[in-house]
Nanobody
Framework: HVQLVESGGGLVQAGGSLRLSCAAS????????LGWFRQVAGKEREFVTA????????YYADSVKGRFTISRDNAKNTVYVQMNSLKPEDTAVYYC????????????????WGQGTQVTVSS
């Protein structure tokens, strides 16, 4: 069965950096686009960034543009997001998700989801 497992979350001070990873299994990773979403308790899940199957197309929410970088290693079945210049408002549970076809920003169009990893940015 398909599994997406996020890692790399934690507690960091404002201005700091974290790199999240999402390791996939049970699917032909190189044919899937991957997205990162985040959610704060009581709020809707929010699109963060996405990358297409080959890695040559990426997209970022305005709130993270210039600070976050998404990448993927198809040989390792893993997608990453490098998060720099973190702000307290980046605090959330971060999820990775996978879908066939190109990336989209609508979470409803992703088939598979990880369990999430908590990112907490202190001021």
């Amino acid at each position: 069965h398909v599994q997406l497992v996020e890692s790399g979350g934690g507690l960091v001070q404002a201005g700091g950096s974290l790199r999240l990873s999402c390791a996939a299994s049970g699917l032909t990773f190189s044919t899937y686009s991957l997205g990162w979403f985040r959610q704060v308790a009581g709020k809707e899940r929010e699109f963060v960034t996405a990358i297409n199957w080959s890695g040559d197309s990426t997209y970022y929410a305005d709130s993270v543009k210039g600070r976050f970088t998404i990448s993927r290693d198809n040989a390792k079945n893993t997608v990453y997001v490098q998060m720099n210049s973190l702000k307290p408002e980046d605090t959330a549970v971060y999820y990775c998700a996978a879908r066939l076809g190109t990336w989209v920003t609508n979470s409803d169009e992703y088939y598979y989801w990880g369990q999430g990893t908590q990112v907490t940015v202190s001021s």
